[in-house]
C-alpha cells in the first residue's frame, strides 16, 4: 500500500496537506488547529477526522445542486490517512472565497455596525447582533496568500474572476447550496449562521466546489436551543480555541503558544458534537466506515 510519504507533496497549509496522484489529488486534514492565523503546536485528536468526514456528508448530498471534486475517500487512500483524505479531482481553482451569510455575526456584524453594508449590500437599520437576515447574502472575499482576506462586492468579484457571468453563477451556487444545508442544519437542531465555499472549473470548464464544505472551520454553526438575537451564539468551532487564546496574554504573533489539555479536550469535544449533530451518527461510525 501506498504511504504518504512515497507521494509528490503539492501543497502544505494551515490544516491540509495535499499531494499528487497523477490526474487527481489527495487531500488530507490534519489535526492542526489555528487562532488569529498562527497555527498552535498542539494538536486536536480527531479534528481532521470531523473536516473530513463532514465534508464527505455534504458532497454526497449535495451534488445535484452543484458538482462537486469528491472521488473517493477509501480507494487510493493509503491507511495511515483513511478518515481524514479523499481523493479529488484536480480544478483550476478560483480566486476568490465564496462566504454566504443567514446571520449578523462576526466581520459582518462589524461591517454593519460601521456601514449599514455587509460586502456592499445594504441591510436594513436597527438589526441586532445575530439576528437572522431577511434573506442569506453572498459576500465574497480575496484569497489572501499572506495576511487576512478582504471583503468584495459582487463587482470585485467578477473582476477577481474575471467574468461577470461565471461569478453570478458562483453566487447563485453557493446561496444554493447554503440554503439547503441551513434547512438540513435547522432540522437536526443547528444554526448555519454562515459558511464559505470554494469553487473551481474542472477540465471541461464546469463549475465545481473544492476543498472542504459546511464543516467547522468554514462555517459558524450554533445550537438552535442557545440561539438568541442580541449577543454572540455558543459555536461548535474553534471558538474555544481563540477565547483562551485572546485571554492568555498571547500577542498574536508567531509562534503559538501550546493549548492546556482542558482547552484541547473542550475543543475535541465540540468538533465531535459538530459531526453527531449534522450527520445523526457518532464520529467513531465514520471512522469505522472509512477504515473499512
Not at 495576511?147 to 474575471?162: C, F, M, Q, T
Not at 498571547?250 to 458534537?273: I, M, S
Request: charged share 25%; proline share 7%.
Amino acid at each position: 500500500m501506498t504511504s504518504v510519504a512515497d507521494l509528490p507533496l503539492l501543497a502544505s497549509g494551515k490544516v491540509r496537506e495535499i499531494y499528487d496522484l497523477d490526474d487527481r489529488l489527495l487531500m488530507v486534514a490534519s489535526d492542526r488547529i489555528s487562532t488569529y492565523d498562527v497555527v498552535h503546536p498542539t494538536p486536536i485528536p480527531d479534528k481532521g477526522a470531523v473536516l473530513t468526514g463532514l465534508s464527505v456528508f455534504w458532497f454526497q448530498r449535495t451534488g445535484g445542486i452543484v458538482p462537486n471534486h469528491l472521488i473517493s475517500f477509501t480507494e487510493a487512500v493509503p491507511d495511515e490517512v483513511r478518515g481524514r483524505a479523499i481523493v479529488v479531482r484536480k480544478l483550476e481553482m478560483l480566486p476568490v472565497e465564496c462566504v454566504v451569510r443567514g446571520y449578523l455575526a462576526g466581520s459582518g456584524w462589524v461591517d454593519y455596525q460601521r456601514s449599514g453594508q455587509v460586502s456592499g449590500v445594504q441591510l436594513a437599520p436597527g438589526l441586532r447582533q445575530s439576528d437572522r437576515l431577511p434573506e442569506p447574502i453572498f459576500t465574497p472575499s480575496t484569497k489572501a496568500t499572506s495576511g487576512h482576506d478582504e471583503a468584495i462586492d459582487l463587482d470585485g468579484a467578477s473582476e477577481l474572476i474575471g467574468s461577470t457571468k461565471l461569478a453570478e453563477r458562483v453566487r447563485e451556487a453557493s446561496l444554493a447550496l447554503y440554503s439547503f444545508a441551513a434547512d438540513h442544519a435547522r432540522s437536526r437542531g443547528i444554526v448555519l449562521a454562515d459558511t464559505k465555499f470554494e469553487f473551481g472549473l474542472d477540465g471541461n470548464g464546469t463549475l465545481t466546489v473544492g476543498d472542504e464544505v459546511l464543516t467547522p472551520d468554514s462555517s459558524r454553526f450554533w445550537p438552535l436551543d442557545q440561539y438568541a438575537p442580541g449577543q454572540t451564539a455558543p459555536s461548535f468551532d474553534k471558538q474555544y480555541v481563540r477565547d483562551w487564546a485572546s485571554s492568555s496574554g498571547w500577542d498574536r504573533t508567531p509562534p503559538a503558544p501550546e493549548l492546556p489539555p482542558e482547552v484541547v479536550a473542550g475543543t475535541r469535544k465540540k468538533y465531535a458534537q459538530a459531526y453527531a449533530a449534522i450527520t445523526g451518527e457518532p464520529l467513531e461510525a465514520w471512522l469505522t466506515r472509512a477504515r473499512a
